[in-house]
């Protein structure tokens, strides 16, 4: 009778050290949560200057970092146009998806703890870019091999890696029209910009530009 009690109470103590156990990981996710999907935090639209500032240092990114040819740069410009419009504090109105990419609550708690161990600010577009990078290099690997890094660097692998990117990274909810707009925006706007060079950091445009002429009368003095 007494060995029953003992392994009922030490099945008890044993059961209650497990729901702690369980419990603690939910109550830190939804710490996250709450800190990180805040409705108060900044919703606001960038100004101009801001957004065209983001711009140019997500397309260095891209170039740069994650080493992608022109026509993938313009499918990711275009999704993240219609995802945030390059606001790395951009919230939806269900308050379910954030960030540059408008990642879910799972992604988005999986970014908060990435940041958090690399030491980056998780708002900002640095902090975001590298766990673009992270996911590209991990769980979407396949997107990043198999349609944006080969893509053919033409309008129409522009086209191509939009559809994937949209497809198999973004996944909007309303997948038809969006496709409709993104496809529109690597066409009419990030396509364009592309190969008219006007997605270059404005140092790398300074050094372009010729230098003023001299008139013969400056030179002398």
Sequence with gaps: MRARRALRAAASVLLVFTLLFCLIPLRAQAVCL??????????????????????????AFLREELKLPDSAVAAIL??????????PRAIDESGNFFGLCQWSRTRWLNCFH????????????????AFLQYELSGEYEWVYSGFLLNAEDCEDGAQDAQYAFCLHFEAPLEMEWEQVRRSWLVAEVYWPMITEGKLKPAEETAEEEPPLPVSPDAALN
């Design 34 to 59: 709450r800190e990180f999907l805040d409705p108060e935090l900044e919703r606001a639209s960038l100004s101009l200057e801001e957004r065209e500032a983001n711009l140019l240092r997500i397309t």
């Design 78 to 87: 275009a999704n993240m146009d219609r995802e945030s419009s390059f606001n």
């Design 114 to 129: 990435f940041c958090r161990e690399n030491d980056l600010d998780r708002f900002s577009v640095e902090g975001q870019l």
